[in-house]
């Protein structure tokens, strides 16, 4: 079928002004039956805790640090942040630092007022101690006031394994981020009150919009100290990474047919443990390498993880390359070494991050320093690696200091494209084999340990998770072992982490063949079969051409390759409108029943597959039978916006499946600190039929734009319900991210055209009225006929947008 350049998506009407939706939250509601008297005693109780304690720090560090009162509210009910924010300013100056996912739960103040005096007083004029006081019915929304458990202020990591009395350790401490004259004044003073003490330093830190973090070099009778200041939000071991290459067969190299990438190709940048630039299947490719960590001098790749991340990035499939003996790469490489090898007495490699420099400040400078050379034209960064200790959802729901820093970098970075791995967890490290295998694949949703880790939580960064290859074995016994093999050809990996993500966005958005898990039980012991894993390029290439192994981490660079082939042909476009194809472009893969009902098992596959598995020939081209339209716009706050598009009559008559798909991609602002909503803003799309567009343009018009009941599906205008084009995922799974894609698919419906989508934009916390929001929004129409619905559809969009 003859291949078509997409449409543009034509607006009906220009942007719609919106009447301003009453804020939600404006009174506060009793929950069930309070004794003020209690609730008094209780209150000026914790109170009096959170004053006592502040001034036993006080007096602990007095004279080098004058430390801040920090403390947690527990909040009951959805409130309106800027009147409750305006509450709390009035209760002895708090200032909120941290808000709860839903605006309910723990809210983290900052306060001047050492002695709670003013909270005591309101409380007790709340709770009748005080007789003729004022109501002060904002106490209806508060449960209590409390210190921040220490426990709860300690990393996972450090949990599993205590900090020993005579070591040394290099620690990430995390600040809460106050004012930046305050942040500064005491981390000078913090590092001043340990000036003469050598088992102490801050050898780096960084300061960003949502987040302030420290590299510090302490011993355990330090960190017990500096655990206790209020200032301190979490203080955990650095990340590791988490791999294991290993190598198995020769080629040589003569066999095949190498070239370099295009000339005008755009640029991949694989962000790891550095690249073997000499390497025969990558040297025509490598346009610049980089090295960002002092463990090793040299930017060669010693780890070996690097190398067979960077094959992926610019080949997509090295086994399908070995088979037709050519090696033909899409896109010009670059590498920025973040990570060294460490060899242990047996000789075995592992990886590791310089111990006095952040990694976070180690990818902030590679990043910039790649992007900001114009020359590179590098579209995507691959980020294959993950902190195993910071699943989301392990001690709240905060965005994590380094998926935040990527998330800023993809604002200021709006045409680059970010990709990270999902992550990998071992089933093996929780179940035995017959656990395994009866538990498959329900402990990918259901085992809190195999949710997905920082940094993969990137709101703006594509999530990649990993399917299963073809089921294969490798027998060095052949018919005397039994070997179980886990999942079928495009079910999910056996070890591949799962979604949702923070606020319950979707993620992983796209899943890649990333390997299997094929085993059997040898002396107690869980034995793997190379047949399991996926070819890559080795780090040692004069040994061995090619590796094996399996991982989300391999799986993502596939993902980063077909952006860098779609962006080959669309350079100029931003990340929204590259991420907004790879994603139309995506079909659902299977996955095994579950045995749960059929709207829960729905929410699994999301969880687990996303949306599905990209086809880049989809992605760049329309087909006589399948066309994408698209528009690439701005839109203001709590605005609507709405497109049409007129179907030949052919599409509805003629026999077969037909599928509509939307897909709306934006890169809002983010705040680590609201746990409410990470994103600042967030939009969402209907679809619907057959009415004329004045009319849904009218009903839209008059209707409020506000945000909708957590478990409140229906948000559509009661006129226009009958028109509804009703699309999976729902609107209140789908818009929870800035990356969103819903399908219906029929064969027979009583629908015909028009088809008319709109578009919302909810302001969730940005103060500046005037914000734009950019995005992109995309209609795919597929009819399973061979029928030409793209001529009659491309003279009237291209009438109309010339009209406009």
């Not at 463990?295 to 499939?317: C, F, K, L, P, W």
């Not at 929410?603 to 039978?625: H, R």
């Given at each position: 079928m003859v291949r078509h350049n997409h449409l543009p998506l034509p607006q009906y009407v220009e942007e719609l002004p919106k009447r301003n939706s009453n804020q939600r939250g404006g009174g506060f509601r009793p929950i069930g039956t309070r004794d003020k008297i209690q609730y008094h005693q209780e209150n000026l109780q914790k109170a009096n805790q959170i004053s006592q304690s502040f001034a036993e720090i006080k007096q602990r560090f007095r004279g080098t640090i004058n430390p801040h009162l920090i403390y947690r509210i527990k909040v009951n009910q959805s409130v309106d942040i800027p009147s409750f924010e305006r509450i709390l300013n009035a209760m002895g100056e708090l200032t909120v630092l941290s808000v709860a996912e839903n605006r309910q739960g723990y809210w983290v103040v900052f306060g001047n007022d050492e002695e709670l005096s003013v909270f005591k007083n309101k409380l007790a004029q709340y709770s009748g101690v005080v007789p003729d006081g004022y109501k002060y019915e904002f106490f209806h929304a508060i449960d209590g006031i409390e210190d921040i458990p220490l426990e709860e202020k300690i990393g996972e990591a450090i949990k599993q394994s205590p900090l020993q009395e005579d070591q040394l350790y290099y620690l990430n401490v995390e600040l809460w981020r106050m004012d930046d004259e305050i942040l500064d004044t005491f981390i000078r003073q913090l590092s001043q009150n340990y000036r003469d003490n050598p088992q102490f330093s801050i050898t780096d830190k960084?300061?960003?919009?949502?987040?302030?973090?420290?590299?510090?070099?302490?011993?355990?009778?330090?960190?017990?100290?500096?655990?206790?200041?209020?200032?301190?939000?979490?203080?955990?071991?650095?990340?590791?990474?988490?791999?294991?290459?290993?190598?198995?067969?020769?080629?040589?190299?003569?066999?095949?047919?190498?070239?370099?990438?295009?000339?005008?190709?755009?640029?991949?940048?694989v962000i790891d443990s550095g690249i073997v630039s000499n390497h025969p299947l990558l040297e025509?490719?490598?346009?610049?390498?980089?090295?960002?960590?002092?463990?090793?001098?040299?930017?060669?790749?010693?780890?070996?993880?690097?190398?067979?991340?960077?094959?992926?990035?610019?080949?997509?499939?090295?086994e399908r390359c070995i088979e037709e003996r050519k090696f033909s790469p899409t896109n010009w490489l670059f590498s920025a070494k973040v990570m060294y090898a460490e060899r242990d007495f047996h000789g075995n490699i592992t990886p590791v991050y310089d111990p006095e420099k952040l990694f976070e400040n180690q990818l902030n400078d590679a990043i910039r320093t790649f992007l900001n050379n114009i020359e590179n034209r590098i579209k995507v960064v691959n980020i294959s690696f993950g902190n195993s200790f910071e699943p989301l959802g392990n001690g709240g729901n905060r965005q994590f200091p380094l998926a935040n820093l990527i998330d800023e970098l993809a604002l200021e970075y709006r045409n680059v494209v970010f990709v990270i791995s999902s992550g990998n967890q071992?089933?093996?490290?929780?179940?035995?084999?017959?656990?395994?295998?009866?538990?498959?694949?329900?402990?990918?949703?259901?085992?809190?340990?195999?949710?997905?880790?920082?940094?993969?939580t990137s709101a703006l960064s594509l999530t990649v998770g990993s399917i299963a290859t073809s089921t294969r074995a490798m027998e060095p016994r052949p018919g005397q072992d039994i070997w179980h093999t886990f999942a079928e050809e495009g079910q999910p990996s056996p070890f591949s982490r799962t979604g949702f993500g923070i606020n319950g966005m979707m993620k992983p958005e796209i899943v890649e063949y990333g390997g299997n898990l094929i085993v059997r039980e040898n002396?107690?012991?869980?034995?793997?079969?190379?047949?399991?894993?996926?070819?890559?390029?080795?780090?040692?290439?004069?040994?061995?051409?090619?590796?094996?192994?399996?991982?989300?981490?391999?799986?993502?660079?596939?993902?980063?390759?077909?952006?860098?082939?779609?962006?080959?042909?669309?350079?100029?476009?931003s990340a929204n409108y590259l991420k907004n194809l790879l994603l139309q472009s995506t079909e659902l893969t299977p996955v095994p029943n579950l045995g749960y009902t059929?709207?829960?098992?729905?929410?699994?596959?999301?969880?687990?597959?996303?949306?599905?598995?990209?086809?880049?020939?989809?992605?760049?081209?329309?087909?006589?039978?399948?066309?994408?339209?698209?528009?690439?716009?701005?839109?203001?706050?709590?605005?609507?916006?709405?497109?049409?598009?007129?179907?030949?009559?052919?599409f509805f008559e003629t026999r077969g499946t037909k599928?509509?798909?939307?897909?709306?991609?934006?890169?809002?602002?983010?705040?680590?600190?609201?746990?409410?909503?990470?994103?600042?803003?967030?939009?969402?799309?209907?679809?619907?039929?057959?009415?004329?567009?004045?009319?849904?343009?009218?009903?839209?018009?008059?209707?409020?734009?506000?945000?909708?009941?957590?478990?409140?599906?229906?948000?559509?205008?009661t006129a226009l319900k009958p028109y509804e084009i009703v699309l999976k995922p729902g609107v209140n799974i789908r818009n929870k991210g800035c990356h969103q894609k819903a399908i219906r698919h029929f064969k027979t419906a009583q629908m015909s055209a028009p088809i008319t989508l709109v578009v919302r934009c909810l302001n969730k916390w940005i103060s500046d009225l005037n914000y734009t929001q950019s995005y992109c929004v995309s209609l795919t129409v597929e009819h399973s006929a061979e029928i030409d619905i793209y001529s009659s559809v491309r003279t009237e969009v291209l009438q109309r947008t010339r009209v406009r």
């Open positions: 960084l300061i960003m919009k949502s987040f302030a973090l420290l590299r510090v070099k302490l011993n355990k009778a330090i960190f017990d100290e500096i655990i206790m200041l209020k200032e301190v939000a979490r203080i955990e071991l650095p990340m590791l990474p988490k791999f294991s290459p290993s190598e198995y067969r020769q080629i040589d190299v003569e066999e095949f047919e190498i070239s370099e990438p295009p000339e005008d190709a755009t640029g991949i940048l025509k490719a490598v346009g610049d390498e980089q090295n960002f960590q002092e463990g090793e001098r040299q930017t060669h790749d010693v780890v070996g993880h690097g190398t067979a991340v960077a094959g992926n990035s610019i080949y997509y499939d090295i071992r089933p093996s490290l929780f179940y035995d084999l017959e656990e395994i295998i009866s538990g498959y694949p329900n402990y990918l949703v259901e085992n809190k340990d195999f949710k997905i880790i920082n940094p993969a002396f107690n012991r869980v034995t793997e079969n190379i047949g399991g894993k996926v070819a890559l390029l080795s780090n040692n290439p004069t040994e061995a051409l090619f590796s094996f192994d399996n991982g989300t981490s391999f799986s993502a660079p596939k993902v980063s390759n077909l952006l860098g082939q779609i962006a080959n042909s669309f350079p100029d476009k059929a709207s829960k098992q729905e929410k699994a596959q999301w969880q687990m597959t996303g949306y599905g598995i990209p086809n880049v020939e989809k992605a760049i081209y329309s087909l006589d039978n399948r066309i994408v339209l698209l528009d690439e716009d701005v839109i203001g706050l709590n605005r609507v916006k709405t497109y049409s598009v007129n179907l030949p009559s052919s599928k509509i798909s939307a897909v709306l991609t934006f890169d809002p602002v983010v705040r680590a600190t609201r746990g409410d909503s990470y994103l600042g803003a967030q939009m969402e799309f209907k679809l619907f039929h057959t009415v004329i567009p004045d009319e849904i343009v009218a009903h839209y018009a008059v209707t409020e734009v506000e945000e909708a009941d957590e478990d409140e599906e229906d948000t559509t205008p």
